[in-house]
C-alpha cells in the first residue's frame, strides 16, 4: 500500500542517516528508554454513520529512543514505544431536536459507550529542532502504529435488545450489539511536542498526537454491514526519558 511505502521510506532515510560513516551532519550514537502516560481521545469513523462523542480512556507504556545524528539543524532519532491504550466510542443518541433521547422504560437519557483495550506499538522517524542536553527542544514525529486488541467492554443503561429507536436521528444500531470482528489494528500516528532536556535528570517530554487508523474493526464486505470502521484518536500524554547511552561528542549541546 502506498501509506505503508512512504512511511519505510521515511524511516529508511532517517537509517540512513544514522548509520552513515561519512556526511553532512554532526554524529550521536544516544539511547534513551522511560515511560509515557496521558489521555487517549478516540471514535470510529463508521459507514453508515453513527453520530458520536469522542470516549476518553487512560494510555500508558515504555519509550525506546535511539538518536544517531543532527543533519545541518534537526535532530534526526528512531522512536519505539509499547503501550496499553483504551479506545473505542461514545454514542451520540439525541432527537431530531438535538436534545438526548430518553427511554420510557428507565426514564432515563439513553447513554452508549464500547471500551478496547489494545496493546499498541508505535514506531517513529522523528525531527527534533533546539537543546540536547540542556535547554527545550521542539520535536515531530510519524510512523506506523500496530494494535493487538486484549478486551472489550460495553456500557449501556438500557435493554440493548430495544432501544428507544423511534425517536432517535440516526437508526443505525448494529454496532451496539456486535462484538468486534478485526482483533489487529494498524494506522498512521503523528505527533508534535516540546522536550525539556537536563542534564542529569534526564528528559521530559509534553506531546500532542493524532492517530489515523487504516484497518477495520468490522468487515467491510459486501455481504457486511458497515463498509468501513476505522479508528480515529487524539492522544495527550507526558514521557519521562533517561539516558543509557550519550554520545561522546563535544558539538552536544
Known amino acids: 500500500m502506498w501509506w505503508m511505502k512512504g512511511i519505510a521510506a521515511l524511516i529508511a532515510y532517517h537509517l540512513s542517516l544514522i548509520t552513515a560513516s561519512a556526511q553532512i551532519g554532526e554524529y550521536r550514537n544516544e539511547l534513551a528508554v522511560g515511560v509515557n502516560g496521558g489521555v487517549s481521545m478516540s471514535r470510529v469513523d463508521f459507514m453508515p454513520e453513527v453520530p458520536q462523542d469522542f470516549l476518553m480512556g487512560p494510555t500508558l507504556g515504555i519509550t525506546v529512543r535511539y538518536t544517531g545524528e543532527k543533519y545541518f539543524k ?24 438535538d436534545q438526548p433521547v430518553v427511554n420510557p422504560a428507565t426514564n432515563e ?63 443505525t444500531v448494529r ?17 508534535l511536542g516540546v522536550e525539556l532536556s537536563l542534564r542529569r535528570l534526564g528528559h521530559l517530554l509534553v506531546e500532542g498526537r493524532y492517530y489515523f487508523g487504516l484497518g477495520n474493526i468490522y468487515g467491510n464486505s459486501k455481504r457486511d454491514y458497515f463498509a468501513k470502521s476505522p479508528y480515529q484518536g487524539i492522544t495527550v500524554k507526558a514521557t519521562y526519558l533517561f539516558d543509557i547511552v550519550k554520545s561522546k561528542n563535544d558539538k552536544v549541546k
Open 74 to 97: 534537526s535532530i534526526c532519532a528512531i522512536v519505539a514505544e509499547v503501550n496499553y491504550a483504551q479506545m473505542g466510542w461514545k454514542q451520540r443518541i439525541w432527537d431530531i431536536s
Open 175 to 191: 454496532q451496539e450489539t456486535m462484538p468486534i470482528e478485526k482483533k489487529f489494528d494498524y494506522g498512521i500516528a503523528a505527533g
Open 109 to 171: 437519557a439513553e447513554a452508549y459507550s464500547r471500551k478496547i483495550n489494545y496493546l499498541q506499538v508505535p514506531v517513529f522517524a522523528r525531527l527534533g529542532w533546539g537543546r540536547e542536553r540542556q535547554g527545550l527542544q521542539a520535536y515531530f514525529q510519524v510512523g506506523p502504529q500496530l494494535g493487538f486488541m486484549i478486551s472489550e467492554s460495553t456500557e449501556a443503561n438500557y435493554d440493548l435488545g430495544s432501544p428507544y429507536i423511534s425517536k432517535r436521528t440516526s437508526k
